[in-house]
Nanobody, 123 residues
């Protein structure tokens, strides 16, 4: 089992930046594929980014490509999401997720979830 706790959300103006953190505890963090998803009111949970166990490969959803950066620090058991050039449509609850096998881009592929952190981008 892995317990995940997100932090770093808040209110920011359009064009601004935020950095989210997700602290993990439990199972060896370096053995888990990590990802970020987001969910806006009335919408399905959307894939944002994924990072492999070593951090050597990352992949982004089309809507955030070029603006968001996922990274991890296995020594600190933390995964990050640096968000730049934020837009009002980035407003959502952001969740980190972990999977001990292959990960992927859809929520059912992940076993572990945090409680989420709210990001609100004002225009």
């Amino acid at each position: 089992q892995v317990q995940l706790v997100e932090s770093g959300g808040g209110l920011v103006q359009a064009g601004g930046s935020l950095k989210l953190s997700c602290a993990a505890s439990g199972r060896t963090f370096s053995s888990v594929v990590m990802a970020w998803f987001r969910q806006a009111p009335g919408k399905e949970r959307e894939f944002v980014a994924v990072i492999t166990r070593s951090g050597g490969w990352v992949y982004y959803g089309d809507s955030v490509k070029g603006r968001f950066t996922i990274s991890r620090d296995n020594a600190k058991n933390v995964v990050y999401l640096q968000m730049k050039s934020l837009k009002p449509e980035d407003t959502a609850v952001y969740y980190c997720a972990g999977d001990p096998y292959y990960g992927g881009t859809s929520p059912p592929e992940y076993d572990y979830w945090g409680q989420g952190t709210q990001v609100t981008v004002s225009s």
